[in-house]
């Protein structure tokens, strides 16, 4: 038991500095310019990537196991697809761009804080989506009455 523990260990800490490796090889050598002060952020993406890794699922499992209700793990669930949704925000904001907006939009994505069911929303408002938009646009207010009406109205920042 002791040995499989060691292999799952092993590749959980392979996989873990394996990405944040090709992060920073990345960022060394093709993107930051060779400037102390760029590689703070680089070592925080680091530091949260490495513990987004693992103790999140151990968090997860945690969660899991203790929540007294069906209402404990639903709201857990909705607070993780809310992060899940930011996160995706952010990460692929350009592209959302691109691929969702007109090209004059003034709403966009990739911003901090933001969903985007929430820029979605604002982008009907303003009339500012393409085809590609309105579409993915329609399958969420299918899937939720009026989801991107009230994503713009749960923001905090509108």
Known sequence: MKTIAKIL????LSVTFGYVGIIVFINLFVILPFNKKSYI??????????GQTGINKIGNLYQRLKGDTYKTNAKYDMDRALIEDMKANVYCGEMFNDLLLKKDAKNKFGIVG??????LGEAKRDIEMNETGNLLGKMLNFIDKEHLEKSIKNNKHN
């Open 9 to 12: 260990i092993w590749i959980w």
């Open 41 to 50: 952020p680089l070592l925080l993406l680091a530091f949260a990537r490495f």
């Open 114 to 119: 933001e969903t985007i069911s929430d820029n």
